[in-house]
């Protein structure tokens, strides 16, 4: 399967021959790079509902490993993606906060996946949202966002250890900034969701 850039990349319409339109969430902490994923990979203008950090939010909003983040999402990200195939990813960005559980949940409805962002430099901070994305029962793909100060010496059977990943789960690096890098992620995912649900039991 390939990444397939629409033919009206600068327009809101579909692109023609698409089939299956698939709803999936990217999720993550606080800070992990889901908004520039989205940017990174949408075929069409990406809907941001971001607000600047204010005093407030600061004895809610660990900023431990993100000092640089100036402004957080407070509802969603969207944004669409073609696929070869037919196949049209509506793509989810759901807030990392705890404060944000209901609206996660509302968010959640319909999805048929999730691509969980981490990052390295701070593993615990996941722990929280793939509860979520367990309890909700979707499938899902890790990706390991590569900031350029993230730890290397770990392996990915470490890795895997510290989130307590069962081994059928995708995991993978990449680059949220990166198109190619992203829709690699994106790719891992629907490939997995593929798997758990071949043609024939569609």
């Given at each position: 399967?390939?990444?397939?850039?629409?033919?009206?990349?600068?327009?809101?319409?579909?692109?023609d021959g698409a089939r299956d339109l698939v709803k999936i969430l990217v999720a993550g902490p606080f800070?992990?790079?889901?908004?520039?994923?989205?940017?990174?990979?949408?075929?069409?203008?990406?809907?941001?509902?971001?607000?600047?950090?204010?005093?407030?939010?600061?004895?809610?909003?660990?900023?431990?490993?993100?000092?640089?983040?100036a402004t957080t999402t407070v509802a969603i990200d969207f944004g669409r993606i073609s696929l070869n195939g037919g196949i049209v990813l509506y793509l989810f960005g759901t807030p990392g906060q705890e404060r944000f559980r209901s609206l996660w949940e509302d968010i959640a409805y319909g999805a048929l996946g999730a691509l969980v962002l981490v990052d390295s430099r701070r593993i615990d901070a996941s722990f929280d949202v793939l509860g979520l994305v367990e309890e909700s029962g979707l499938p899902y793909a890790v990706a390991f966002n590569a900031f350029p100060d993230a730890p290397g010496h770990y392996t990915e059977d470490q890795l895997r250890?510290?989130?307590?990943?069962?081994?059928?789960?995708?995991?993978?690096?990449?680059?949220a900034r990166d198109?190619?890098?992203s829709v690699d992620a994106l790719l891992a995912l629907v490939q997995h969701l593929i798997d758990r649900h071949p043609p024939e039991t569609r």
């Amino acid at each position: 399967m390939a990444f397939a850039p629409s033919s009206t990349t600068s327009g809101m319409h579909l692109p023609d021959g698409a089939r299956d339109l698939v709803k999936i969430l990217v999720a993550g902490p606080f800070g992990v790079g889901k908004t520039t994923l989205i940017d990174s990979v949408s075929e069409i203008r990406p809907l941001h509902t971001e607000e600047r950090l204010s005093e407030a939010s600061a004895p809610v909003d660990d900023l431990a490993g993100i000092r640089d983040k100036a402004t957080t999402t407070v509802a969603i990200d969207f944004g669409r993606i073609s696929l070869n195939g037919g196949i049209v990813l509506y793509l989810f960005g759901t807030p990392g906060q705890e404060r944000f559980r209901s609206l996660w949940e509302d968010i959640a409805y319909g999805a048929l996946g999730a691509l969980v962002l981490v990052d390295s430099r701070r593993i615990d901070a996941s722990f929280d949202v793939l509860g979520l994305v367990e309890e909700s029962g979707l499938p899902y793909a890790v990706a390991f966002n590569a900031f350029p100060d993230a730890p290397g010496h770990y392996t990915e059977d470490q890795l895997r250890a510290a989130l307590d990943l069962e081994p059928d789960t995708p995991m993978v690096t990449c680059d949220a900034r990166d198109t190619n890098s992203s829709v690699d992620a994106l790719l891992a995912l629907v490939q997995h969701l593929i798997d758990r649900h071949p043609p024939e039991t569609r």
